[in-house]
């Protein structure tokens, strides 16, 4: 199944890294002065697949170029109660301290969506200028 992925998505096409603890990603966040944008997705939600290919897969690949730390993590958590996330997929572009630093992004149209990810990446880097 990962050779499949891989042959689907291409070499260009790097996944969105996992989420491992929101914590220690924050205090990244402010040691490199960069937003942690953070995509909530759930298993089975065609939406988040959708998103994930058309545009997030492109965002992990030029992270460094766009000045951003990119993860991903599952509906739910713990970690995520503060934000109250209704609705995936939703992305979240936090600072430091773990606030919104920027409008989050909820649901999935391709129609201008990489224009809203970018006009909401450039809100966020100016919270850290």
């Not at 603890?21 to 988040?48: A, D, H, N, T, Y």
């Not at 170029?65 to 996330?85: D, K, M, N, S």
């Not at 990810?117 to 809100?123: H, P, V």
Request: aromatic residues 8%; hydrophobic residues 40%.
């Amino acid at each position: 199944m990962a050779a499949m992925s891989k042959k689907r998505n291409g070499p260009d096409s790097p996944e969105v890294p996992m989420l491992d603890r929101l914590e220690r990603q924050l205090i990244s966040s402010g040691q490199l002065r960069r937003p942690l944008v953070l995509f909530v997705s759930m298993k089975g939600c065609g939406w988040c697949d959708l998103l994930r290919t058309d545009v997030l897969q492109h965002l992990a690949r030029d992270r460094d170029r766009e000045g951003v730390l990119l993860f991903e993590t599952p509906q739910g958590g713990a970690e995520l109660q503060r934000y109250r996330i209704a609705m995936v997929p939703t992305v979240l572009f936090l600072g430091p301290q773990g606030s919104e630093v920027a409008e989050r992004l909820v649901g999935y149209s391709r129609d201008f969506y990489g224009a809203y990810l970018s006009e909401r990446i450039a809100q966020a880097r100016k919270s850290f200028s």
